[in-house]
């Protein structure tokens, strides 16, 4: 039987409306209904009235890692050789429950070790367990001395496979065909990139250098999407920015450093940015022990990049919500925070919300089923008592949330039941 609700208000197609009835059947939004609160359904039954609240989408975060935490002392030296693949994994699963209780109904992993989160992916999808809908990355392809080489944390003559490393290696187009197989095999839904990289050149006093030849990153994007596969890729400016763009990649992450030409070449062609403001916004202006090197290089980041989402904006980029969670100071279930650091950048309230349902689904790939709140489309929904559009702070708030609704179940601690009345 189908389970009607009634709400105040509801951000619907990027605009508020009145009076809604919303009607749950089979995981998916049956009927909607513009009427009074009086009005009542002719089948199936009520179960809630929120008169005073406002329902949105489910949020998207489309940039995070979840075998990692967000704490600050995480050690990116010690952890890949002293911590187990299954605690890695229950990271991951804990990290996408933390996400769903906050209103992210689903998150895009993009890189994580020892595939933890192609593992909470895999029993959340089986429904032993609750937490975000994941669409899971894997690892990611990197090059050798690349930004996901874990061996650069680690001394000379260890074995890369006896390490919890983040990426595969490839260094030719050749090397980089067989990676994407690689990933594709392992089970990721995405495929992750490094386009351009910034820490080997950092003490050169330079901000970003290629990772990538433009023929490995044809050959990558070529056989991902003749595999169904989207590619997002890391990178900070560059020649190597035009060459992604020009191999079809669909989302490019960070996009600090990038020149007014290459924000119009990624909105003729459809390319998403995902800003990931987070780890600059949420993390302390200085930490001690940071080389002076890291320090200049991320006083730069903090000086553009509000400006640069601003330009990216104003050209006609779309741009979706990415946290960069389990980064350090950026904990999962805080998309909010990066929704606030976007309107900082000049993003309406409203942009900034639709850039976490609406624009972030069809990113990754669920536009047609996710992001909004229309008749077929999943029910992904979060009943709020304030209204974001009016200020995009109240989704920091967890108490703010009365209602989170997934695949038609509303949500309750980690427990899954069918919808009831509230």
């Not at 919500?321 to 925070?337: C, E, I, L, Q």
Request: hydrophobic share 40%; aromatic share 6%.
């Amino acid at each position: 039987m189908s389970k009607w609700f009634y709400t105040g208000k509801a951000f619907i197609d990027g605009e508020v409306k009145k009076d809604v009835w919303i009607e749950i059947e089979n995981e998916r939004i049956q009927t909607i209904v513009y009427n009074d609160l009086d009005w009542e359904p002719n089948s199936g039954s009520v179960i809630a009235k929120f008169r005073n609240s406002i329902v949105i989408p489910g949020l998207i975060d489309t940039h995070v890692h979840l075998s990692h935490q967000g704490r600050p002392d995480e050690s990116w030296a010690l952890d890949p050789v002293t911590t187990q693949p299954g605690d890695l994994s229950l990271q991951a699963l804990e990290n996408a429950q933390k996400s769903l209780l906050n209103g992210v109904t689903t998150v895009r992993d993009v890189g994580s070790r020892d595939f933890a989160d192609i593992c909470a992916r895999d029993v959340i999808n089986a429904g032993l367990f609750i937490g975000s809908r994941i669409i899971a990355g894997g690892h990611a392809i990197t090059t050798t001395a690349g930004h996901m080489d874990g061996s650069r944390y680690i001394r000379n003559n260890i074995p890369y496979d006896s390490i919890a490393n983040m990426g595969v290696i490839a260094d030719t187009p050749e090397e980089a065909v067989k990676a994407v197989r690689q990933c594709i095999l392992d089970g990721s839904d995405v495929i992750k990139i490094n386009v351009s990289y910034s820490e080997p050149v950092r003490h050169f006093n330079k901000t970003y250098a290629p990772e990538m030849t433009e023929a490995m990153l044809h050959a990558i994007c070529d056989f991902a999407h003749l595999n169904m596969r989207k590619v997002v890729g890391h990178s900070h400016g560059g020649e190597a920015v035009d060459n992604a763009i020009e191999a079809g990649i669909d989302s490019l992450e960070h996009g600090r450093f990038y020149t007014d030409k290459q924000f119009e070449k990624m909105a003729a062609k459809g390319t998403y940015l995902t800003p990931t403001l987070s780890p600059e916004f949420r993390s302390p202006a200085k930490v001690p022990g940071r080389s002076s090197m890291s320090q200049a290089w991320l006083d730069n980041l903090r000086s553009i990049m509000y400006d640069e989402v601003q330009r990216a904006s104003s050209i006609g980029v779309k741009i979706s919500t990415g946290s960069d969670a389990g980064m350090p100071y950026v904990p999962h279930g805080g998309v909010a925070y990066e929704m606030e650091a976007l309107t900082r950048a000049g993003l309406s309230n409203k942009l900034a919300l639709l850039s976490a349902t609406k624009l972030a689904a069809e990113n990754v790939g669920m536009g047609d089923c996710a992001g909004d709140i229309k008749e077929g489309l999943l029910a992904d929904l979060v009943v709020l008592r304030k209204d974001p559009i009016q200020d995009i702070k109240v989704l920091q708030d967890k108490d703010n949330i009365e209602m989170v609704i997934k695949d038609g179940h509303i949500i309750t601690g980690f427990k899954k039941t069918k919808i009831m009345e509230k």
